[in-house]
């Protein structure tokens, strides 16, 4: 009897302690807390409201999964709403920064092909995205001239407000313009052109001197030619110079660089055939050394030349177009006895072109056939242009021979003593 007594007590005790620790234990419940981190991300890329968040401890999570807006650049706040076990809720808040380090993606083409004096927009059918709204141009870099036959490296640059820039390169090829070909060259002038010292008599010429002598003084242009009290006078090396019509000859050499013209009448309208058979020679010879080569231009008529030269002035300034470009009257191309010579396959009447397979083969094997490097390396100064490692002139085996000069060219001016300076 006595023990069930003790065992009832007990069971009111135990009742009784439980009635009193039931309220405490609510009082404890722990608030709800959110481990958080910031979040950086590329703008445009998809980003959960959840990315922020490391753990949260003691409760759980009430907000629903959702996406942040991520076109915008800068910093935003992410709210979060968390609660714990007694359903008390709490918001946290964290960063995202959306950031831009993505580059636009341009869209172009590798390569654009025209014909000399053929400009079209460079940009028409380019365009560029950016990861951003924003709008972003594309320009174009580097140097070119739809005047002149050659392959340009260029780039498309486009560069969004993040600084991130796209650069791509591409080529614009020029290509020579299909010169007047000697196809139809008059046969009489074939035969004249064999004896290159024949030619001292051009046809018509008193004629259009009369209305060319108007222009002489514009531009520093001599439309007529060499002056002819240059006739009979010597080069510094003691060759006499000798100027018909005003063409100038030196030891029967027809010279003509940016100090001796050539009058506008005068035209052979294409290659001389002995300039055409050297050229020919030259590209059989190099055929069988598996070196492939063309004519890219031959004659060039005073006014061609002439329209080339005033574009080119305009476009960059008479300095630049001086540097590569003859004037009308003063280019060896219209001597017909000049051409420029590419390899096929590479690009041609461009720097480039001076280490290709093609250039190098002429360098060590024109002379044979009577042609010379006519603007070597390093003689800018004397000849007054640029390297030129396609541009070749006929002078004849003999001199040709001495001009190549066991692979260290001479050029006409030191050989013969002149000069080849514009006068103005
Ligand atoms: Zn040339």
Redesign the pocket.
């Known amino acids: 009897m006595k023990r069930v007594l003790l065992m009832f007590m007990c069971l009111i005790l135990v009742a009784g302690c439980e009635k009193k620790v039931e309220p405490e234990k609510k009082e404890e419940t722990k608030p709800v807390s959110v481990q958080l981190e910031d979040v950086e991300v590329e703008l445009g890329t998809e980003l959960l409201n959840t990315k922020g968040i490391i753990s949260v401890i003691n409760g759980e999570l009430v907000t629903a999964e959702e996406k942040v807006e991520t076109s915008v650049l800068g910093v935003q706040k992410v709210k979060i709403v968390a609660k714990n076990e007694a359903g008390e809720e709490k918001e946290f808040e964290y960063n995202v920064n959306v950031v831009d380090k993505t580059a636009p993606v341009i869209t172009y083409k590798k390569k654009l092909t025209t014909t000399e004096g053929k400009k079209f927009n460079l940009l028409s059918g380019v365009s560029a995205k950016d990861n951003s709204l924003e709008k972003v141009t594309v320009k174009v870099e580097g140097d070119y001239d739809f005047d002149k036959a050659g392959t340009y490296k260029l780039y498309y640059v486009c560069k969004d407000s993040s600084g991130n820039t796209a650069k791509e390169e591409f080529s614009l090829v020029v290509k020579e313009k299909p010169v007047e070909q000697p196809k139809e060259e008059p046969k009489q002038e074939e035969k004249k052109e064999e004896q290159p010292k024949e030619e001292e008599t051009p046809k018509k010429e008193e004629t259009p001197k009369k209305e060319e002598t108007k222009k002489t003084t514009t531009s520093g242009y001599n439309p007529n030619g060499t002056d002819a009290s240059l006739n009979g006078t010597k080069t510094s090396k003691g060759y006499t110079i000798t100027v018909k019509n005003g063409i100038t000859y030196i030891d029967g050499i027809m010279i003509a660089n940016k100090t001796y013209s050539l009058p506008k009448s005068y035209a052979p309208g294409g290659l001389t055939s002995a300039t055409k058979n050297a050229a020919n020679e030259m590209i059989a010879a190099a055929k069988k050394d598996g070196v492939s080569l063309y004519v890219a231009?031959g004659f060039r008529s005073w006014t061609t030349q002439n329209n080339l030269w005033q574009k080119r002035a305009k476009n960059y300034g008479k300095a630049f177009a001086d540097s590569g470009t003859a004037r009308g009257g003063y280019s060896?191309?219209q001597t017909g006895l000049?051409?420029?010579m590419c390899g096929s396959g590479s690009g041609c009447i461009s720097p480039e072109y001076h280490n290709s397979k093609g250039a190098k083969w002429m360098t060590a094997n024109a002379y044979k056939y009577g042609l010379v490097l006519r603007y070597p390396k390093g003689k800018e100064n004397l000849t007054g242009y640029k390297y030129?490692s396609?541009?070749f002139r006929y002078v004849g085996k003999d001199l040709a021979k001495k001009l190549y000069n066991n692979g260290n060219w001479i050029t006409l001016e030191e050989y013969f003593g002149i000069t080849s300076k514009y006068a103005d």
């Open positions: 231009s060896e191309h000049a051409f420029d030129e396609w541009h």
